[in-house]
């Protein structure tokens, strides 16, 4: 079946720091979108990419969809402590009238 | 509703114990999901609606498990004869248009089950 995945699991860093999180699915995707867990949170949606090779931006993050939709990144400038949590990417499932499928997650941490 | 409800916030369940959990969707909100999130771990499908038709349940694990939205609105996740396995997060989450759009999530209910 369709897979998300993520890489990598965890990931550490010094404030200050970059930071940069992979996604890949198994097949072609329509859309893909992000999402932010802060930790005890629920996750918060981030950005939807739709066309290929897309790239948009939300201050320090930057969220890029492959020219072949079938993978994506985020990668942060500049952490700062308030990044900390875990990001998911989620992409729709091949067949109509199925729900986003997510990825495992990356678990970014920030120290000052 | 400003956001998605989800009720209880915590629930312990004893093993073999039913329990119903329910989430009020954001007004207007067509689609429905539920997700099981484990510790450390994403979310993973359980179940979809779309107003009161329940698309697609290939997410949901085991037969104990059942999940309604009878009016396209309100829906209530349940867990029969409880097993610990089943202690996780549950997450409810609606959208305007489907899993196209964006997903607002609510606050989840823990399950502990012992």
């Known amino acids: 079946g369709q897979q998300v995945m993520q890489i990598p699991q965890y990931q550490h860093v010094q404030e200050g720091e970059d930071f940069t999180t992979y996604c890949n699915s198994s097949?072609?995707?329509?859309?893909i979108q992000w999402y932010k867990q802060r930790p005890g949170g629920h996750p918060v949606f981030l950005i939807q990419?739709?066309?290929?090779?897309e790239v948009k931006k939300q201050k320090r993050l930057t969220f890029q969809f492959g020219e072949a939709k079938k993978n994506s990144s985020l990668h942060i400038t500049a952490t700062q402590t308030t990044d900390v949590g875990t990001y998911f990417c989620?992409?729709?499932?091949?067949?109509?009238?199925?729900?986003?499928?997510f990825g495992k997650g990356t678990t970014l941490s920030v120290s000052s | 509703g400003a956001g998605v409800s989800q009720s209880p916030r915590y629930k312990v369940a004893k093993r073999g114990q039913d329990v119903a959990l329910r989430c009020d969707p954001i007004?207007?909100?067509?689609?429905l999901f539920w997700y099981q999130q484990a510790l450390g771990q994403g979310p993973e499908f359980l179940t979809y609606?779309?107003?009161?038709?329940?698309?697609?349940k290939s997410g949901l694990p085991s037969d104990r498990f059942f999940a309604e939205r009878p009016e396209g609105s309100v829906s209530t996740l349940k867990i029969q004869r409880t097993q610990q396995e089943d202690s996780a997060v549950y997450l409810c989450?609606?959208?305007?248009?489907?899993?196209?759009?964006?997903?607002?999530f609510g606050q989840g209910t823990r399950l502990t089950v012992v």
């Open positions: 989450a609606s959208s305007f248009l489907g899993r196209l759009t964006e997903a607002f």
């Open positions: 097949t072609t995707l329509s859309n």
């Open positions: 990419l739709v066309k290929s090779g």
């Open positions: 989620a992409g729709p499932g091949e067949q109509a009238g199925t729900a986003l499928i």
């Open positions: 007004s207007g909100h067509v689609s």
């Open positions: 609606f779309q107003n009161e038709a329940q698309l697609d």
